[in-house]
């Protein structure tokens, strides 16, 4: 059976689609961090003293801390020195309109299937588009204002609204958190604000793209939702890089918080490029996102779809504060080549009838390896909270690997927690018995992972759900379906 | 329709076809019997182009092409359908878009239009319920939680939608209680036309109390022994294989 899965792999083995480099001339820092740097990347900014100040704080503590090591993931140490910590692409620094933005960089993101001019025109989602470190466009904010909406780049935020993100930032995700968030907290350069008013329902979903460029430069964005009482927004980010031998470092940090009954829904089409088939080169995706449920009935939905990155390291989770509060965390991770992906969720439950689902497929090939790591934690007053979580894998070929680390704390004994987990395997039969029905090899692999994958895609904005299931195809095209 | 010509194949270089010849032509229904180890379902997935056997010698013809040659999509788009013993599980993928699925890319090979969802949906369920299909199972995944007898009428619903021009099933009789080998037998005699070569292997001469060959083969150690009509399978039944074998080995 090795010839087959030799033919497997090879259709497996899709080109990175996304892997084209933009000529443009930008101002990017030399590598390196220390306090000066900090200090510079506020200064672009224009920020507060309050800002570089937090920054600053940050930064100090992180010098303190270790890289964690508990993941199932394998790299090489990262070198923080060898990183550049900003690029921007070169032109004025404030952009009134589309008009103003290097049209290199729209063709990039048209050639990334992103046409924010069509977006604007068409689909009625608004668009906010990171080039490297920086905000490079956002659509329909005229549209959203009159709603009451602020949608716009971080560092805007930090200029026109500094109270709101002062009051807001880092109280989900406090910069002492983890060594990456710490990091983040320090250098980050750009990222997304969200405000949605009382009462207000987003008009429309919003939607940010993120585009690695620069060689040898971090992306370290800062994304903050924030969704008042009775309020509701569906927010999608997308993520692609270049083929580059190198591998760069990609450290995020989201934090979203919902009030009283609001609802916030957050979906990832992640695509970093993964590296090539040798594991040379990739973006290591070190990432801490998290969902604060403040107020009573308040709602939280993560979706991931993962397909790309060298490594991913990340847990998007949700803190169950109210009562009656809902977390969601769906999640679809693909590795192969070399990928490895060490991804999960948290549920902190600690309002009264709290309840979390968890729905996590996992899907390897060649020699990716997956490890699905999830935490359900009820608190003592938790009373009547309840878990249920469902963690499958599928493997491709007899190279890959699967883990799955279920953590369960339970500290209130009417606590009810579920926990269902498969492991299956693309088998010879089923792919030959689907070619003798007429399909191709292809199609056959693609119907078993899109039905694989059905739940979690049914949780992704109609439009999305389909870019992903042909991301899914171009990621494994051909064997695995 | 179907012609094979001294066909010889081995899996992991044991020979298990030793020189077997064959002829279907349209319109018939032939019955391949034999003892356990006899190459009767190593056949059958030669035919369908399965991985895992090679073929040293001899050519196999269908509708005039080398079989031998195409991939097995390809087989299938010509209109070549195997039951399976084992038919496969399929979590996720729905039952009904999987067989929708399949004929269209059989309707798209032979340049016809895909089939609408009216016209499908009514089909499927006519011919569900001539299988004794529970149309709930239509909803489920394919195959997936079927009992055995829920498998095998999913197999000859397949086959009846599908419309093959040489179906082969492949014991699709075992392991059958006797109200579903009947809807089988059944299924199989609906879809006997002047067009449609049919070729049935069973271990069991039961199967053929519902089912009229036109011939009887018997395969034993990879090679057809004896051929004759539809008393021959009853003589099977009532004398064992081992006398054919000693009157082979002579």
Known sequence: MGQTNSEMEALIAAEYAQGFITRIDSDTFPPGLDEAVVRAISERKGEPEWMLQKRLEAYRHWL?????????????????????????????????????????????????????????????????????????????????????????????????????????????????????????????????????????????????????????????ERTLIIAEAGSEVSYLEGCTAPMRDENQLHAAVVELVAMEDAKIKYSTVQNWYPGDLEGKGGIYNFVTKRGDCRGDRSHISWTQVETGSAVTWKYPSCILRGRDSVGEFYSVAVTKGFQQADTGTKMIHIGENSRSTIVSKGISAMQGSNAYRGLVRIAGKAENARNHTRCDSLLIGDRCAAHTFPYIEVKNPTAKVEHEATTSKVSEDQLFYCRQRGLTEEDAVSMIINGFCKEVFQELPMEFAVEAQKLLAVSLEGAVG | MLAIKNLTASVDGKEILKGVDLQVEAGELHAIMGPNGSGKSTLAHILAGRDGYSVTGGEVRYLGEDLLQLEVEERARQGLFLAMQYPVELPGVNNMSFLRESMNALRRARGEPEIDTLSFMKQVKEKARQVKLDEKLLKRSVNAGFSGGEKKRNEILQMAMLEPKLAILDETDSGLDIDALRTVADGVNRLRTAERGMLVVTHYQRLLDYIQPDKVHVLADGRIVRSGGKELALELEARGYG???EEAAA
């Not at chain 1, 090591?69 to 020195?81: E, K, L, S, T």
């Not at chain 1, 050639?111 to 490079?136: N, R, T």
């Open chain 2, 243 to 245: 006398w054919l074998l």
């Open chain 1, 64 to 220: 303190t801390m270790d890289q964690p090591d508990w993941a199932v993931i394998n790299h090489p140490p990262i070198d923080f020195q060898q990183i550049s910590y900003y690029s921007s692409p070169k032109q004025s620094p404030k952009l009134e309109s589309l008009d103003q933005v290097d049209p290199e960089i729209l063709a990039t993101y048209e050639k990334l299937g992103i046409s924010i001019e069509e977006q604007k025109a068409l689909s009625g989602v608004a668009v906010d588009a990171v080039f490297d470190s920086v905000s490079v466009a956002t659509t329909f904010r005229e549209t959203l204002a009159e709603a009451g909406v602020i949608f716009c780049a971080i560092s805007e935020a930090l200029r026109d609204y500094p109270e709101l993100v002062r009051q807001y930032m880092a109280s989900v995700v406090p910069h002492k958190d983890n060594f990456f968030a710490a990091l983040n907290s320090a250098v980050f350069s750009d990222g997304t604000f969200v405000y949605i008013p009382e009462g207000v329902k987003c008009p429309m979903e919003l939607s940010t793209y993120f585009r690695i460029n620069e060689a040898k430069t971090g992306q370290f």
